[in-house]
């Protein structure tokens, strides 16, 4: 037990980093899911030359189908993004940010990616290597615990 008080720190400073992105998410009238949503659409093209579909959002956000599908209706709705037919899986369209969805998108994304190299920059490239490295090997043995409970 007395490892976990040790840890605590950790998890606290977490749910603050959530709880900013969560703030700057609501300056644009979204949540911190939607928000991330919204970044896997934008940059799964540039990353991978295919669209995402809200299935695989679903699968990379750890979000319910549900919760993809509310954020694709409403963003669908106000013009930001259109459905394509996948040829590879008729069942499962692609999704595509319009011109106007792109421009919000980017918006967002310039922004908080200014802030995000703003406040890394605080810290020596060896301290950004560090805390990158530690922080995926925790959330790769974070991962594997929840599997083993729950798969």
Not at 13 to 18: G, L, T, V, W
Not at 44 to 64: N, V
Request: proline content about 2%; hydrophobic content about 35%.
């Amino acid at each position: 037990m007395t490892r976990n008080l040790t840890f605590n720190p950790y998890i606290r400073s977490m749910d603050e980093q959530f709880s900013l992105y969560e703030w700057f998410a609501r300056q644009y009238g979204l949540q911190r899911k939607s928000m991330q949503i919204l970044f896997w659409i934008k940059r799964y093209p540039e990353m991978t030359g295919d669209y995402i579909t809200q299935k695989m959002l679903a699968q990379k956000t750890y979000s319910s189908k549900q919760v993809v599908n509310a954020a694709i209706k409403s963003w669908r709705q106000k013009g930001y993004l259109q459905l394509l037919e996948n040829p590879r899986d008729k069942r499962h369209k692609f999704i595509r940010l319009t011109t106007e969805g792109q421009s919000w998108a980017e918006e967002i994304y310039q922004k908080i990616s200014f802030m995000e190299n703003r406040a890394a920059a605080e810290l020596s490239k060896d301290e950004q290597d560090l805390l990158n490295k530690l922080t995926i090997k925790y959330n790769a043995a974070l991962k594997q615990e929840m599997e083993k409970m729950y798969d």
